[in-house]
């Protein structure tokens, strides 16, 4: 059993290799970097599907870095939750992969737009893998520290501008969190989570995991973009390069805010009904405010930006439910949004590639001139609004029934308002964007590359696939064992615990 | 108690520097010594009051030792820190070449 | 957690019924786009979207499962996006978005109703579930179900799609999805709900009742005043919904079958109607009630279907729109019996609904068909004999040919508006013995003690009687239509004096100046009364302070982010 476990510290390694080789090589081998970002991330996400099925095989895996046994060395643990997060990262990065073989052809360093992504995506792999606190913080802001690069990348003023705020704001959301680590550090003794869990069990909680509790919602909703913790995040995501804008509402909040919370106040502290209600109530006021602000924007990934504000909101409201259901619809629609909101950012790319604006008043006919782009927006534009038979509907109904299941009548009926001005915003995207009449200046327009559509028609793909697989055994599995990492509760430190002995 | 008490008042020197002054190069001196607040506050967190190195020399006892590891978790810190600030610094100094200001308040084209 | 049932389909006699009605309207709309649709760019993707929405409309009647029912009900929001967005106009995006808001949005309700029902019953499967109006979440549950229902069949205050989507989009898609097939499905769903799933009461009848009068009532009253042929169809279409619901909230046997035997022929009526508004389509660009007339005589086939569908939908004898308001008007009557207390209202309703209908369709009969032409379109040169020049109106396929062309539509698109007029006269003349028989009380479960309340004799007889009066009524339009030609008092041939025409539209629009219409008809005019537009107003207003608010000053962000903190430690530390 422990010898498949060699696969955990892989997502880890592999990116990073990727990313030292890149920084080494890609300035003189002219093709490497393109082909060594998408064969690592070829790699990571044949590796996530293994690991699904070695999950599914063997259970919870434990790998101790350096073979210091935790508490004493740094745990590794592959459970449900994580073999989820892990396919969710990097089926999206591989995608985001092959668009910006295309795509980052305007910037002119690629190679170091390829180590930042992978520097990115370690980060991320590695939040969602580690089993120890400290760890954790470190990966986040490896995770951080590239994306602030990133944001920046295209070194313009807005950029700029966007990259500060964004720094700033996410430095003093990890500073809060690293001062939680340092309360519970003082408390418990440990780094491990899985003994934390223990030692908070022994010990009973104190008012002072009440105050961590506070300081991580703070911390960790500041990298989710709750309200009112968001308002770095539409300055920041339209800023980035389409496939960076892509993998940060993608999954960068989730994996930085949404995942750690999760880990967090479910298996580590123990969910309990104040943190429920707190993150049901922050939950349905980031999907209004996000969904409001989105819908009179007229930059293009602004709105997307903005929507990833609200779409965050359904997530945490299914994970706050604290129901099995709920937390399954969370989950699901964790994984669709990171779909079909990364299929926008790419969609709004395209259409940034072909006629160099992002501002939807200047556009309008372009349906006939990028025909692909057009279908693979008008089926991301579905799913996130939640029209059947796409992913977002199913995700959307789930955590409706859950609401409502719950009790939260007044909720259900909010998440069923943020999906109606969610249609109507998408609505106006398509109608200015693609409908109407083609203006003189775009009739050069020409289709996007073929790496670009690809990497959109495989989105696509994913979102009406994983509409139609909401019957199947092989959603019912994958998120059925995050789902149930999460119910478990605490239990979690039992069975990790026991692993590494 | 006293020590705590100084490392809060850090901290709050640095948050406040971070919200009230308007010089970005302010700012970002505010957020190292939030940090540095922070990162004592962890250290201090894990001395004991008479306590030696914690070094396992000959003859000695592991008895009244300080805890060792939150210094080797305070110098991750520290590195992270300066990456962090590194980055802040060259970004700010690219917004002056683009704005030609270092106020924060002017600093404002994205919203909304 | 067992989301999905078994058993997801089911087929009984009301699915079938609507079932093959689906099927021939998709049948009919078919054969008469391969006259219209002359465009050759989008033509496949239009064929496409027409057999999708067949696929999804029969997935909609025949599913047993809600959930299975939403996504095919869901998906039919699109295809009518899409459907929409095929035509030309310089609106037409605007309205499909508007449409597919409004439609996709009151689905987004729709999901909120399923979970009321999942809470309530724990299963989804649509037969077997008979839920008592008892507690409040049945209430909201049936009600947010129903607000689906409404927006498709394009019930007020749902309604604002219709209207756009007849003026912008193209006319058979009009004609196919909110005039007949939305209209089916809706009702179809309502039915559904009121039959089968829920146990209706007293207050929830009276609410049916309505919201169906008010609809009939605002609907008719607003086509009045329009002034484009297909805008005023469509608040005609979105009147004859009204009909429905009203006969549905009746709560008693003839009431239900009534409803259910309109839907059918308001569906067939409306479709009827804009299918030979695409006829004259073809031949003029125009819509503007102003600038068409006396099209009688060139396209005369056209113009007798055009007669006979909008006698039908007005409740004249004995075509079927008649025997089905007849069967409405009992049941109401039968409310009233049996203790109801608004039940004249409601009654005053339809009749009124049912005159104020027929007034508007005078106003098109003579504007389109009878009147003198304006000068500008070509019917005008056929009737002066050719010495109009050309127009730019006219459309560019029939300015080519020789006159023969201007003369009436090729059968294709004649051949379907025929069948539909004769299955109006069918199913007025035969109104027993074909649709009721065959359709309507088999879906019913009821077809044995029927009979004893439709008095045979009695139906006949007022039919007579009611022929006789229709003519009278048309007559009498006839004069009206003289009187209103006696300003001309020149003795001069009226055919070489288009000036002298009289429009057909500026009787009506005399409507809006009674006082106090004049003000409602002022506020429908600045959309006070469209949901759509009252709601986008708000929201924009809220946008717009909360975009203030986000002035790109970065203290103030982290104020918020301390500030928020601040409260999440008071809420769960301090307190």
Same mark, same amino acid.
């Given at each position: 059993?422990?010898?498949?476990?060699?696969?955990?510290?892989?997502?880890?390694?592999?990116?990073?290799?990727?990313?030292?080789?890149?920084?080494?090589?890609?300035? !003189?081998?002219?093709?490497?970097?393109?082909?060594?970002?998408?064969?690592?991330?070829?790699?990571?996400?044949?590796?996530?599907?293994? !690991?699904?099925?070695?999950?599914?095989?063997?259970?919870?895996?434990?790998?101790?870095?350096?073979?210091?046994?935790?508490?004493?060395? =740094?745990?590794?643990?592959?459970?449900?939750?994580?073999?989820?997060?892990?396919?969710?990262?990097?089926?999206?990065?591989?995608?985001?992969?092959?668009?910006?073989?295309?795509?980052?052809?305007?910037?002119?360093?690629?190679?170091?737009?390829?180590?930042?992504?992978?520097?990115?995506?370690?980060?991320?792999?590695?939040?969602?893998?580690?089993?120890? @606190?400290?760890?954790?913080?470190?990966?986040?802001?490896?995770?951080?520290?590239?994306?602030?690069?990133?944001?920046?990348?295209?070194?313009?003023?807005?950029? =700029?501008?966007?990259?500060?705020?964004?720094? =700033?704001?996410?430095?003093?959301?990890?500073?809060?969190?690293?001062?939680?680590?340092?309360?519970?550090?003082?408390?418990?003794?440990?780094?491990?989570?899985?003994?934390?869990?223990?030692?908070?069990?022994?010990?009973?909680?104190?008012?002072?995991?009440?105050?961590?509790?506070?300081?991580?919602?703070?911390?960790?909703?500041?990298?989710?973009?709750?309200?009112?913790?968001?308002?770095?995040?539409?300055?920041?995501?339209?800023?980035?390069?389409?496939?960076?804008?892509?993998?940060?509402?993608?999954?960068?909040?989730?994996?930085?805010?949404?995942?750690?919370?999760?880990?967090?106040?479910?298996?580590?502290?123990?969910?309990?009904?104040?943190?429920?209600?707190?993150?049901?109530?922050?939950?349905?006021?980031?999907?209004?405010?996000?969904?409001?602000?989105?819908?009179?924007?007229?930059?293009?990934?602004?709105? +997307?930006?903005?929507?990833?504000?609200?779409? @965050?909101?359904?997530? @945490?409201?299914?994970?706050?439910?604290?129901?099995?259901?709920?937390?399954?619809?969370?989950?699901?629609?964790?994984?669709?949004?990171?779909?079909?909101?990364?299929?926008?950012?790419?969609? !709004?790319?395209?259409?940034?590639?072909?006629?160099?604006?992002?501002?939807?008043?200047?556009?309008?006919?372009?349906?006939?001139?990028?025909?692909?782009?057009?279908?693979?927006?008008?089926?991301?534009?579905?799913?996130?609004?939640?029209?059947?038979?796409?992913?977002?509907?199913?995700?959307?109904?789930?955590?409706?029934?859950?609401?409502?299941?719950?009790?939260?009548?007044?909720?259900?009926?909010?998440?069923?308002?943020?999906?109606?001005?969610?249609?109507?915003?998408?609505?106006?995207?398509?109608?200015?964007?693609?409908?109407?009449?083609?203006?003189?200046?775009?009739?050069?327009?020409?289709?996007?590359?073929?790496?670009?559509?690809?990497?959109?028609?495989?989105?696509?793909?994913?979102? +009406?696939?994983?509409?139609?697989?909401?019957?199947?055994?092989?959603?019912?599995?994958?998120?059925?064992?995050?789902?149930?990492?999460?119910?478990?509760?605490?239990?979690?430190?039992?069975?990790?615990?026991?692993?590494?002995? | 108690?006293?020590?705590?008490?100084?490392?809060?008042?850090?901290?709050?020197?640095?948050?406040?520097?971070?919200?009230?002054?308007?010089?970005?190069?302010?700012?970002?001196?505010?957020?190292?010594?939030?940090?540095?607040?922070?990162?004592?506050?962890?250290?201090?967190?894990?001395?004991?009051?008479?306590?030696?190195?914690?070094?396992?020399?000959?003859?000695?006892?592991?008895?009244?030792?300080?805890?060792?590891?939150?210094?080797?978790?305070?110098?991750?810190?520290?590195?992270?820190?300066?990456?962090?600030?590194?980055?802040?610094?060259?970004?700010?100094?690219?917004?002056?070449?683009?704005?030609?200001?270092?106020?924060?308040?002017?600093?404002?084209?994205?919203?909304? | 957690?067992?989301?999905?049932?078994?058993?997801?389909?089911?087929?009984?006699?009301?699915?079938?019924?609507?079932?093959?009605?689906?099927?021939?309207?998709?049948?009919?709309?078919?054969?008469?786009?391969?006259?219209?649709?002359?465009?050759?760019?989008?033509?496949?993707?239009?064929?496409? &979207?027409?057999?999708?929405?067949?696929?999804?409309?029969?997935?909609?009647?025949?599913?047993?499962?809600?959930?299975?029912?939403?996504?095919?009900?869901?998906?039919?929001?699109?295809?009518?996006?899409?459907?929409?967005?095929?035509?030309?106009?310089?609106?037409?995006?605007?309205?499909?978005?508007?449409?597919?808001?409004?439609?996709?949005?009151?689905?987004?309700?729709?999901?909120?109703?399923?979970?009321?029902?999942?809470?309530?019953?724990?299963?989804?499967?649509?037969?077997?579930?008979?839920?008592?109006?008892?507690? %409040?979440?049945?209430?909201?549950?049936?009600?947010?179900?129903?607000?689906?229902?409404?927006?498709?069949?394009?019930?007020?205050?749902?309604?604002?799609?219709?209207?756009?989507? %007849?003026?912008?989009?193209?006319?058979?898609?009009?004609?196919?999805?909110?005039?007949?097939?939305?209209?089916?499905?809706?009702?179809?769903?309502?039915?559904?709900?009121?039959?089968?799933?829920?146990?209706?009461?007293?207050?929830?009848?009276?609410?049916?009742?309505?919201?169906?009068?008010?609809?009939?009532?605002? %609907?008719?009253?607003?086509?009045?005043?329009?002034?484009?042929?297909?805008?005023?169809?469509? &608040?005609?279409?979105?009147?004859?919904?009204? &009909?429905?619901?009203?006969?549905?909230?009746?709560?008693?046997?003839?009431?239900?079958?009534?409803?259910?035997?309109?839907?059918?022929?308001?569906?067939?009526?409306?479709?009827?109607?804009?299918?030979?508004?695409?006829?004259?389509?073809?031949?003029?660009?125009?819509?503007?009630?102003?600038?068409?007339?006396?099209?009688?005589?060139?396209?005369?086939?056209?113009?007798?279907?055009?007669?006979?569908?909008?006698?039908?939908?007005?409740?004249?004898?004995?075509?079927?729109?008649?025997?089905?308001?007849?069967?409405?008007?009992?049941?109401?009557?039968?409310?009233?019996?049996?203790?109801?207390?608004?039940?004249?209202?409601?009654?005053?309703?339809?009749?009124?609904?049912?005159?104020?209908?027929?007034?508007?369709?005078?106003?098109?009969?003579?504007?389109?068909?009878?009147?003198?032409?304006?000068?500008?379109?070509?019917?005008?040169?056929?009737?002066?004999?050719?010495?109009?020049?050309?127009?730019?109106?006219?459309?560019?396929?029939?300015?080519?040919?020789?006159?023969?062309?201007?003369?009436?539509?090729?059968?294709?698109?004649?051949?379907?508006?025929?069948?539909?007029?004769?299955?109006?006269?069918?199913?007025?003349?035969?109104?027993?013995?074909?649709?009721?028989?065959?359709?309507?009380?088999?879906?019913?479960?009821?077809?044995? #003690?029927?009979?004893?309340?439709?008095?045979?004799?009695? %139906?006949?007889?007022?039919?007579?009687?009611?022929?006789?009066?229709?003519?009278?009524?048309?007559?009498?339009?006839?004069?009206?239509?003289?009187?209103?030609?006696?300003?001309?008092?020149?003795?001069?041939?009226?055919?070489?004096?288009?000036?002298?025409?009289?429009?057909?539209?500026?009787?009506?629009?005399?409507?809006?100046?009674?006082?106090?219409?004049?003000?409602?008809?002022?506020?429908?005019?600045?959309?006070?009364?469209?949901?759509?537009?009252?709601?986008?107003?708000?929201?924009?207003?809220?946008?717009?302070?909360?975009?203030?608010?986000? #002035?790109?000053?970065?203290?103030?962000?982290?104020?918020?982010?301390?500030?928020?903190?601040?409260?999440?430690?008071?809420?769960?530390?301090?307190?």
């Amino acid at each position: 059993m422990m010898d498949i476990s060699y696969i955990i510290p892989l997502f880890v390694a592999v990116p990073l290799a990727g990313a030292f080789l890149i920084a080494l090589l890609g300035k !003189s081998i002219k093709k490497f970097p393109d082909v060594m970002g998408v064969l690592i991330t070829l790699i990571l996400c044949i590796l996530s599907v293994k !690991s699904v099925l070695i999950h599914n095989t063997y259970g919870i895996l434990t790998y101790s870095a350096g073979g210091w046994n935790p508490p004493v060395g =740094i745990g590794m643990v592959l459970d449900g939750l994580a073999v989820f997060m892990l396919v969710t990262v990097n089926v999206l990065a591989f995608c985001v992969a092959v668009y910006s073989v295309d795509y980052m052809e305007k910037f002119t360093a690629k190679w170091k737009f390829y180590t930042l992504f992978l520097l990115m995506l370690t980060g991320m792999n590695g939040v969602v893998i580690t089993g120890d @606190i400290f760890n954790l913080f470190v990966f986040l802001e490896i995770a951080a520290v590239a994306s602030y690069a990133l944001v920046a990348f295209g070194t313009e003023k807005h950029e =700029i501008e966007a990259a500060f705020k964004y720094a =700033i704001m996410s430095t003093v959301g990890s500073l809060f969190i690293l001062l939680g680590i340092v309360f519970l550090y003082s408390y418990t003794s440990t780094l491990n989570m899985a003994d934390i869990a223990n030692v908070i069990m022994l010990q009973g909680k104190g008012n002072i995991i009440l105050l961590v509790s506070v300081l991580f919602l703070m911390g960790f909703g500041l990298k989710a973009a709750l309200v009112p913790f968001h308002a770095w995040l539409p300055d920041a995501h339209p800023s980035a390069p389409a496939p960076i804008s892509a993998m940060l509402s993608g999954v960068l909040i989730k994996s930085l805010g949404v995942y750690t919370i999760c880990r967090i106040f479910f298996n580590v502290f123990g969910i309990n009904p104040a943190i429920s209600s707190t993150l049901m109530f922050l939950g349905v006021l980031s999907m209004l405010v996000g969904v409001v602000l989105a819908i009179g924007q007229w930059d293009f990934k602004r709105l +997307l930006a903005y929507h990833s504000i609200s779409q @965050i909101g359904y997530v @945490i409201l299914g994970i706050g439910l604290g129901t099995p259901l709920g937390i399954m619809g969370g989950f699901f629609h964790l994984f669709n949004h990171s779909v079909f909101k990364s299929l926008l950012f790419l969609n !709004s790319g395209a259409v940034e590639y072909a006629t160099g604006t992002r501002d939807l008043q200047k556009m309008g006919g372009l349906k006939e001139k990028m025909p692909l782009t057009y279908s693979t927006n008008l089926v991301a534009s579905m799913s996130i609004a939640g029209i059947p038979p796409f992913n977002g509907f199913w995700s959307k109904l789930i955590i409706i029934i859950a609401a409502v299941e719950a009790g939260k009548f007044g909720y259900a009926f909010c998440a069923v308002l943020a999906s109606i001005l969610t249609l109507a915003s998408f609505m106006k995207v398509m109608k200015y964007a693609y409908f109407g009449d083609l203006r003189e200046k775009w009739k050069a327009v020409k289709e996007v590359p073929f790496f670009m559509k690809l990497s959109m028609v495989m989105l696509s793909l994913i979102c +009406l696939v994983g509409g139609i697989l909401v019957f199947g055994d092989i959603l019912q599995g994958f998120l059925g064992s995050a789902q149930e990492a999460l119910s478990r509760g605490t239990e979690y430190a039992f069975t990790v615990l026991q692993g590494i002995k | 108690m006293a020590v705590y008490l100084l490392c809060l008042v850090l901290f709050s020197l640095g948050i406040y520097c971070i919200l009230r002054k308007r010089n970005i190069i302010k700012i970002i001196v505010g957020v190292i010594i939030a940090e540095y607040a922070v990162n004592l506050f962890f250290i201090l967190v894990a001395y004991r009051m008479g306590g030696r190195s914690p070094i396992l020399s000959e003859g000695a006892t592991i008895k009244n030792m300080v805890d060792p590891l939150p210094q080797a978790l305070v110098l991750t810190s520290i590195v992270i820190g300066l990456a962090t600030t590194a980055l802040l610094v060259a970004i700010a100094m690219k917004i002056y070449e683009k704005y030609g200001t270092f106020d924060i308040t002017k600093i404002k084209e994205l919203k909304g | 957690m067992d989301l999905i049932n078994l058993e997801l389909f089911k087929i009984d006699s009301l699915s079938t019924f609507v079932g093959v009605f689906v099927g021939l309207f998709t049948l009919l709309t078919v054969i008469y786009s391969f006259g219209f649709m002359d465009k050759k760019k989008g033509l496949f993707s239009y064929y496409f &979207y027409i057999i999708l929405t067949l696929v999804a409309s029969l997935g909609v009647v025949f599913s047993n499962d809600l959930v299975l029912f939403m996504v095919f009900w869901g998906f039919l929001g699109i295809l009518l996006y899409l459907l929409i967005g095929v035509g030309e106009k310089p609106n037409t995006s605007k309205t499909s978005k508007k449409a597919l808001i409004i439609v996709g949005g009151a689905d987004a309700l729709m999901l909120l109703g399923l979970a009321l029902i999942w809470h309530l019953t724990g299963t989804f499967k649509m037969d077997g579930m008979r839920i008592p109006l008892n507690s %409040a979440e049945a209430i909201w549950a049936y009600l947010l179900l129903a607000i689906g229902a409404f927006a498709k069949a394009g019930v007020m205050p749902f309604h604002s799609w219709v209207p756009d989507t %007849a003026e912008d989009a193209l006319t058979p898609v009009t004609a196919y999805l909110p005039a007949s097939l939305d209209k089916l499905l809706g009702i179809y769903f309502l039915v559904r709900l009121t039959l089968n799933m829920f146990v209706m009461n007293l207050d929830m009848n009276t609410f049916l009742m309505a919201v169906g009068s008010f609809t009939i009532i605002a %609907a008719v009253m607003m086509a009045l005043i329009q002034n484009d042929f297909k805008r005023l169809l469509g &608040y005609l279409a979105v009147s004859s919904a009204g &009909y429905m619901v009203l006969g549905l909230g009746t709560g008693n046997f003839i009431g239900i079958a009534g409803g259910l035997f309109y839907m059918l022929n308001g569906a067939i009526c409306m479709s009827c109607l804009f299918m030979t508004c695409g006829s004259v389509e073809k031949n003029v660009r125009t819509m503007d009630l102003d600038k068409l007339g006396g099209f009688a005589k060139i396209m005369p086939i056209t113009f007798i279907t055009f007669v006979i569908a909008s006698l039908a939908i007005s409740g004249v004898p004995p075509f079927n729109g008649f025997a089905s308001k007849w069967m409405i008007y009992q049941g109401i009557i039968n409310v009233g019996k049996n203790g109801g207390s608004l039940w004249m209202l409601w009654l005053v309703a339809t009749m009124f609904g049912s005159a104020l209908t027929l007034a508007s369709f005078m106003k098109l009969i003579h504007a389109v068909f009878l009147g003198q032409p304006s000068p500008e379109n070509p019917a005008r040169k056929d009737l002066a004999g050719g010495r109009i020049p050309k127009s730019p109106l006219i459309s560019p396929k029939s300015s080519h040919g020789d006159r023969a062309e201007h003369r009436e539509v090729n059968p294709v698109m004649w051949v379907p508006t025929v069948i539909l007029a004769v299955l109006c006269v069918v199913f007025g003349v035969f109104a027993y013995q074909v649709p009721l028989k065959m359709f309507i009380l088999p879906s019913l479960k009821m077809a044995v #003690n029927f009979s004893g309340t439709w008095n045979a004799t009695l %139906a006949t007889l007022l039919m007579l009687v009611s022929i006789a009066i229709g003519i009278i009524i048309y007559f009498l339009g006839t004069i009206t239509k003289t009187r209103e030609t006696e300003s001309f008092v020149g003795g001069e041939v009226l055919k070489e004096h288009p000036d002298m025409r009289v429009s057909g539209v500026e009787l009506y629009n005399t409507v809006q100046d009674i006082k106090s219409l004049k003000t409602i008809y002022n506020m429908a005019k600045n959309k006070a009364f469209d949901l759509y537009e009252v709601v986008s107003k708000i929201v924009f207003g809220i946008n717009k302070i909360l975009r203030y608010m986000h #002035n790109g000053i970065l203290p103030t962000y982290l104020a918020w982010c301390l500030l928020g903190m601040g409260i999440l430690f008071y809420v769960l530390i301090l307190r």
